[in-house]
């Protein structure tokens, strides 16, 4: 090829390849920007609800009845907790734990608010839920690469955690969050920490558990607004399996979007519940 024909030949293509060069540099730049923003999805697979036995369930009468064979609550209080009984909402067949249900068999019988009974009750709704969950996914147990527990008001040791683990034979390097202390937030709570993770991590699989225990948090005092949760709460938990594999996007009952929540700091919020010894003491029992 003569010089002169070569010469011309590159000037020819010389704005091309230029022009091709900056799109390039412009498409790439944008495809790092997306995957630099981009969060895996999150999918909620689908869920289970704890359902108690028969032999939790009682009756309006029967928890009255139970409240005053705890032999420290006041006439008053006893009436004031058949009104707000009365108002609640609450069936008439709701769940009890074993250890407060156990003084219906026996007049002289009192709640058992040791900590065997507590966890037995926590086990009982725990190993329940995640194991119809399970089932309900299809989820191997070893498969779940992520475990957040959440009770507010019971924290033994071993954890929660651990006993989920332990009981369905988990893997050993599965990233596990026991939370306490959290109150009525605390599923939210578990949710967002559940979707943070899976933000991170691709091709994960996440069980979030939430529950609350009854057996050490009967109140009894007769101080009135704290007589409310004697006839409020009640045995229940859940289990949620979350996954970002795209496989399970095809078969998840929701996608999860935001998580919004707002963590109140004033006085009024931080004392808006607290635990204290009558919970536990009876001789603070009127």
């Known amino acids: 090829m003569p010089l002169e024909t070569a010469r011309a030949l590159a000037m020819t293509m010389h704005p091309v ?8 540099t412009l498409l790439l730049l944008c495809l790092v920007y997306f995957w630099a923003r981009h ?16 032999s939790w369930k009682l009756t309006h009468e029967e928890l009255l009845e139970c409240m005053r064979r705890q032999k420290c609550f006041t006439d008053e209080s006893l009436s004031f907790l058949q009104r707000i009984l009365a108002k609640s909402g609450t069936g008439p067949a709701t769940a009890w734990p074993p250890g407060i249900v156990r003084c219906l068999h026996s007049e002289d019988m009192v709640a058992d608010q040791s900590v ?21 996914t299809a989820t191997d147990p070893k498969s779940v690469d992520i475990l957040i527990v959440n009770c507010s008001l019971f924290s033994p040791t071993p954890s929660l955690c651990a006993m989920v683990m332990s009981h369905f034979e988990m893997r050993s390097d599965v990233m596990s969050y026991n939370l306490s202390g959290m109150g009525c937030s605390a599923s939210l709570i ?10 991170s ?42 996954s970002n594999k795209w496989r399970d996007g095809q078969r998840a ?8 929540r707002t963590h109140g700091v004033s006085k009024e919020a931080y004392e808006a519940w607290r635990r204290t010894s009558q919970f536990l003491d009876r001789t603070f029992c009127l």
């Open 201 to 242: 991590y691709p091709n994960r699989t996440a069980l979030v558990v939430s529950t609350e225990n009854l057996t050490q948090n009967l109140y009894h005092g007769n101080e009135r607004s704290m007589l409310l949760q004697n006839t409020l709460f009640r045995c229940g938990g859940a289990a949620v399996v979350l």
């Open 253 to 260: 009952k929701y996608k999860l979007l935001h998580v919004v």
């Open 17 to 24: 390849l230029f022009d091709m060069g900056w799109r390039g």
């Open 116 to 136: 065997e009974a507590a966890r037995k009750e926590s086990e009982m709704v725990i190993c329940d839920v995640v194991r119809h969950v399970l089932h309900r």
């Open 190 to 199: 578990a949710i967002e920490m559940a979707q943070s993770i899976l933000r």
């Open 39 to 54: 969060h895996h999805p999150v999918y909620l697979v689908d869920f289970a609800v704890f359902e108690p036995p028969e």
